[in-house]
């Protein structure tokens, strides 16, 4: 295993009901690195997420998708999380009668591996420790995962998830849906201290406001199931400025959602 971690994505594509969403994505994310994914809606951006993470919904029918060398689509979900991925969900779901310590526990106990776990106060010190750091209230350890809590609460909660489980390579699909700016900024800050060069992120956003705060080194537009720009954060500030349309103008795109070809 290298020691920076490395996602490399070949040619991928996938489809979710026989439809095809993914058509050709290519792209590497590197530890160091912050990667922004941008588009408008029906582009194909939580497919990519989906699709890598392994869920059963979506079918990869072509291409290549590696972490650190390893096949990503030749493994189960748990072993791509084993392996270092982790996927910030748009929407987390609730899990009644597990308690957010417990699950975090069991999760990063799973991805050490046997005989490598962590004591029981160690963890929760350490846990502790990341909570305060996204001021997250002591009291949410106990309370069973995500349930109850604010749209808000739930992204922090998949930050404090990263925080703990320290991944190789991050993908967050759109965790600035639904923050006040202040919920934004806190979020961000806790992004912000895991950056390293052991550690790639790959962000999918609608909006250029998050990426004042997680500022990011490489910046793509997807349309129609595949990246069709690349740039540096002065993309993304003037996707923010002048919209998607002189994009689309540009590359002679009518539709941009994947409904259609090119």
């Known amino acids: 295993m290298s020691v920076s971690p490395v996602l490399e994505i070949n040619d991928l594509y996938a489809a979710v009901e026989g439809k095809e969403i993914l058509k050709g994505v290519n792209l ?11 588009g408008p809606n029906g582009t194909g951006k939580s497919t990519l997420a989906s699709a890598l993470m392994g869920h059963p919904k979506y079918t990869v029918t072509a291409g290549t998708a590696t972490l650190d060398g390893a096949d990503l689509l030749d493994m189960e979900v748990d072993e791509r999380a084993r392996a270092g991925l982790f996927l910030a969900m748009q929407y987390p779901s609730e899990v009644s009668g597990v308690s957010n310590a417990n699950f975090m526990r069991i999760a990063q106990n799973a991805r050490l591996g046997e005989g490598n776990e962590v004591p029981v106060l160690k963890f929760h ?20 995962l995500n349930e109850g809590f604010s749209g808000g609460e739930k992204k ?25 700016i202040d919920a934004l900024r806190i979020v961000a800050e806790g992004v912000n201290l895991l950056r390293s060069p052991d550690f790639g992120l790959l ?10 705060y997680i500022v ?18 002065e993309l993304a500030q003037e996707l923010e400025l002048r919209g998607y349309d002189w994009l689309k103008e540009e590359l002679g795109i009518v539709d941009e959602t994947v409904s259609t070809g090119v």
């Open 156 to 180: 922090r909660n998949e930050i404090l998830q990263m925080a703990v489980l320290q991944p190789r390579i991050a993908i967050l699909d759109e965790i600035d849906s639904g923050l006040d």
């Open 125 to 144: 010190r350490e846990l502790q420790k990341k909570m305060k750091a996204l001021s997250i209230d002591p009291t949410f350890a106990e309370r069973y």
């Open 28 to 38: 590497t994310v590197r530890g160091g690195e912050v990667h922004a994914i941008m």
């Open 216 to 233: 990011p080194d490489h910046v793509h537009v997807m349309m129609q199931g595949r990246i069709v720009r690349s740039g540096g954060r």
């Open 203 to 212: 962000v999918i956003t609608h909006y250029q406001r998050l990426l004042q």
